[in-house]
């Protein structure tokens, strides 16, 4: 290793990159692969960013045996992978105990809301169980999801041939990893500017705020409960202030999907439409 070389090495890459500027092209859509072109970047504007973090995997590493550590993580981001592929994320990262999906277009809040829910709702019902089964722990595992909303810029960097990837620079995957951190087990935050896209959508996609109103029954409620015999599933609280996050208000839902009336909330949620059941 001769450290002259890499700095000389550093030097030309910085020349080279200061001689090719910076172009930006605008996009609607998030795309698969970010541009390769040199010195070229890709805008995306309304891109909602879903990021499911596996809660207290420290002490999962400092506390448990390798197999099950591993079997976690396995379990966890499988799930988390295939939940973001069948809810039609654009782009799926994993970092770390972590793992985010991008969704753009119109209507992707509400589809990436669709997709966090059911995230919670499946590591809380399912996956947990699972791994303990077959793990043979008592270690409980659980999600933290965070949601937020804004504009991306993507390009391809790294070096020539494998040791390349995605780099997203803008507030959306940063702001939704920090509301994922903050989210307690099996919960779902949001920031408040998505938020208000809930508050402001139709009255079907309302659904998302409004309980169902059953409690654990079938009669009267669903999608035709009257809001005002339903209660908001939605608790309001301020930013921290030392976390850099750019709102002033987050919030916080803890309810999973209701075993009765989670699919039509579900679609109609996603859709806008009432399911033809």
């Known amino acids: 290793m ?19 500027g910076v172009q930006i092209t605008r996009l609607n859509e998030v795309p698969e692969v970010g541009p390769t072109n040199k010195g070229l970047w890709s805008q995306i504007p309304k891109v909602t960013a879903v990021f499911a973090d596996l809660k207290n995997s420290t002490e999962l590493s400092a506390t448990e045996r390798s197999e099950v550590a591993a079997r976690a993580y396995t379990y966890f981001i499988r799930a988390m992978a295939v939940t973001l592929e069948r809810f039609s994320a654009k782009y799926v990262d994993i970092q770390g105990d972590g793992i985010f999906g991008l969704f753009s277009g119109p209507g992707s809040a509400f589809l990436a809301a669709a997709c966090g829910v059911t995230m919670k709702t499946l590591v809380e019902r399912e996956v947990s169980a699972r791994f303990k089964k077959d793990a043979s722990t008592d270690w409980e595992l659980t999600a933290g999801i965070g949601i937020d909303q804004g504009t991306l810029l993507v390009r391809r960097l790294g070096l ?90 987050l919030h916080r839902l803890r309810s999973p999907w209701c075993v009765t009336h989670g699919p039509e909330f579900c679609e109609v949620i996603v859709t806008g439409r009432r399911p033809s059941l």
């Open 2 to 20: 001769n450290l002259d070389n890499v700095v000389s090495d550093v030097s030309a890459q910085l020349e080279q990159q200061a001689g090719l």
């Open 160 to 249: 020539r041939g494998t040791k390349q990837n995605e780099v997203w620079a803008g507030k959306p995957v940063n702001m939704a990893a920090k509301l994922s951190s903050l989210a307690a087990s099996n919960e779902m935050v949001v920031s408040d500017r998505v938020f208000g896209l809930y508050e402001r959508a139709s009255k079907r996609r309302r659904a998302l705020i409004w309980s169902c109103g059953c409690n654990g029954g079938v009669q009267g409620a669903g999608l035709d409960v009257p809001i005002g015999r339903t209660i908001c599933l939605w608790e309001r609280e301020l930013a921290p202030e030392d976390l850099g996050l750019d709102f002033a208000n």
